[in-house]
């Protein structure tokens, strides 16, 4: 299989990095973020993409307002437009969510009958973290508890609470758990910088600036958990006084970008709510008809296309989800990592006025993809996840051309 050939190689140029740095392989093991490092000198010899990062957005679109007619993108997908205009965006149209609608987050990073399987950010991240060496296999970050998208045969808890977040990527378990908010002992950079200081003398002046802007992002991301406090993860819609979508999606969104940038982790997913909706909307440009700022529950908008009182409410949600995509892109792009990474985006329904999987809004960025509206005819999800494990040498399929055992990958879209 491809991906155990580029395992074999790499693990070698892994170990040898580490000889030729002089560093004890016991000090690498014991900080995720030195591990980091060393990974980073391998990859910095290496061609194309080697980092993953899966999207879930919820609700679908509106076709005729999602895709563009031309180089200018419509409402719903505006907040893209720099990347579209850029060629670092392919937006998929005729795309099929299997088993589209409410309810089944366990067929979103999957195909339809997913038990007893992984997911595709959890195959994913066993795999490139075989070929890389990465502490963190897969990072599972959301905004709202559930245990379906992500799954390694059964159900993997998604990650809610950015201080848990944080605390595995730097205590280097595999992925996934609970939402628990109890905050380290002490801070994180604590933890790490004596250990990674006195080895400096060992490492390269860019190396030694990368380490520190790392330390410096950890403690951007450590007082900014302080100060907003969202409280694990987001509230349920029973909870009218709920101001934790906005704050949590942006800080898991910072944090992958981190785990990305850090190289502890190649795989991460990022979940802004779930296909049931159970969340509430607070970010800025969520605003009643009046035009004041009004937090509502996801699901408001979603059968009520008629209603002179929910008059703009399924454009505004859907472009609010699409501002954190492109702020996702955004700090991606910052960080110089979109070359090196394949952001896949896929979401629970296609037009909302039908609540099926037709016409389901989904979208690659980075990695080389040839940019521009791609008509892929009707092919699902597990079609684009295909095309996507191919484009990173992930090929585990039984002829060692395919991803997996899924069907044909989406052709043209790298």
Not at 86 to 113: C, I, Q, S, W, Y
Not at 194 to 220: C, M, P
Not at 318 to 344: I, R
Request: with cysteine.
């Amino acid at each position: 299989m491809r991906y155990k050939n580029c395992f074999d190689k790499e693990r070698r140029d892994f170990l040898s990095a580490i000889k030729r740095s002089g560093i004890a392989l016991g000090a690498i093991q014991a900080s995720s973020m030195l591990a980091g490092v060393m990974m980073a000198r391998v990859a910095e010899a290496q061609t194309g993409p080697g980092k993953s990062v899966a999207v879930f957005m919820p609700g679908g679109c509106t076709p005729a307002k999602f895709f563009p007619a031309g180089g200018n993108l419509p409402i719903q997908t505006a907040p893209l437009q720099s990347h579209y205009s850029a060629g670092r965006v392919a937006l998929l149209k005729n795309a099929t969510m299997m088993n589209g609608g409410h309810g089944v987050m366990f067929n979103r990073f999957n195909d339809p009958n997913p038990w007893g399987k992984q997911s595709f950010d959890v195959n994913l991240g066993k795999t490139l973290s075989a070929n890389s060496n990465a502490p963190v296999k897969w990072l599972n970050l959301g905004t709202t508890p559930v245990s379906e998208l992500s799954r390694d045969s059964a159900g993997i808890p998604t990650i809610t609470s950015p201080q848990a977040a944080l605390d595995v990527l730097f205590a280097g378990n595999n992925g996934g758990g609970g939402g628990g908010a109890v905050a380290p002992r002490k801070s994180l950079v604590d933890v790490h910088y004596k250990a990674v200081n006195e080895l400096k003398t060992k490492l390269g002046q860019h190396e030694k600036e990368k380490l520190d802007s790392h330390f410096n992002s950890i403690r951007e991301l450590e007082g900014t958990i302080t100060s907003t406090n969202p409280g694990g993860s987001c509230p349920a819609i029973t909870n009218t006084s709920a101001v934790g979508f906005d704050a949590t999606s942006k800080l898991m969104t910072d944090i992958a970008v981190l785990a990305l940038s850090c190289n502890l982790s190649y795989s991460v997913s990022l979940a802004f709510g779930t296909d049931e909706h159970l969340h509430v909307l607070d970010g800025a440009m969520i605003k009643d008809t009046t035009g004041a700022y009004r937090p509502r529950p996801s699901h408001d908008s979603h059968h009520n296309q008629g209603n002179p009182n929910y008059a703009g409410y399924y454009d505004q949600d859907v472009t609010y989800y699409m501002s954190l995509t492109a702020q996702l892109l955004d700090k991606l792009q910052a960080k110089g990592l979109m070359d090196s990474t394949v952001v896949t985006q896929v979401s629970d329904m296609g037009n909302v006025d039908a609540h099926s999987g037709q016409n389901c809004p989904m979208l690659v960025a980075g990695g080389g993809v040839r940019g521009g509206t791609i008509d892929v005819g009707g092919l699902s999800q597990v079609n684009l996840f295909q095309a996507v494990g191919v484009r990173l040498k992930a090929n585990q399929g039984t002829n060692g051309n395919l991803f997996r055992n899924w069907g044909s990958p989406i052709s043209g879209l790298f």
